[in-house]
């Protein structure tokens, strides 16, 4: 039976970097992929402008078709200021979006990740995906995203994956779909490279024995 997913990201490409390869996979076995961005990704850079709004969200759009996501829902909250704005403010907005598609499943960020708006992001969803009995949400997981989740304090809530997904099949998809997103991503040694994005994928792969991987921490599951 196909299940609806839905991934909860603070920016566009962040959902590549954390979860590509599932979400590629999930489509391949018959899943409905949604996603949704809460942050603009753009406007806290110096001399921001509408065009590099537009382009960044061309590429996003570009980068859900490979990875086979139905819809992608933006919520426009200013970029790296999330935590200026109510948190009720995003939790209502997600809670629309979460109505409209009964995801089953979820993916988000780490809650230690260095970057604000991918902790606000986890704490919005946690709280939208609250478990009351009506809720539809079964499977909650935490994503690592390079270049914010390794660059915390390691005394900051830690990511400690024991969610593997093997994403063999889906690597080179992962990497077309990052291809899209080309200006944000850097050269290596940059950990937000192409390069360290395979290097990762084939280092969690390895630790459990597959060609490559995407780790995940489990926030909840229900069975």
């Keep these: 039976m196909s299940k609806s997913v839905l991934v909860v990201a603070a920016h566009t490409d962040d959902e590549a970097l954390g979860c590509g390869g ?3 996979k999930h489509v391949a076995q ?7 961005f809460l942050a603009d990704g753009v406007t806290s850079r110096t001399d921001a402008s509408e065009l590099e709004l537009s382009e960044r969200n061309s590429a996003a759009q570009k980068a859900h078709k490979i990875l086979g996501i139905k819809k992608s829902f ?19 907005k997600l809670e ?6 009964q995801p089953q499943i979820v993916y988000t960020h780490h809650n230690g990740d260095l970057n604000i708006d991918h902790r606000i992001t986890h704490q919005v969803t946690l709280t939208a995906c609250r478990p009351v009995p ?13 270049s914010s ?3 915390n304090a390691p005394s900051v809530d830690p990511f400690l994956p024991n969610v593997f997904v093997d994403i063999s099949d889906q690597l080179e998809t992962k990497i077309k779909a990052l291809a899209e997103y080309e200006l944000e ?4 040694p940059h950990s937000r490279s192409m390069v360290n994005t395979t290097r990762l994928a084939e280092l969690r792969g390895s630790s459990v024995g597959v060609g490559a ?3 995940m921490m489990a926030v909840r599951v229900i069975r």
Excluded: C, H, K
């Design 22 to 24: 599932t979400i590629a």
């Design 30 to 36: 018959g899943d409905t992929v949604y996603a949704v």
């Design 74 to 92: 933006m919520l426009g909250f200013p970029d790296n200021r999330m935590d200026t704005v109510p948190l009720l403010d995003i939790v209502q």
């Design 96 to 101: 629309q979006v979460i109505d409209d598609v």
């Design 134 to 146: 009506s809720s539809p949400v079964r499977e909650i997981y935490a994503f690592e995203v390079l």
């Design 149 to 151: 989740t390794e660059w």
């Design 185 to 188: 991503m850097r050269d290596p």
């Design 213 to 215: 991987a995407e780790a």
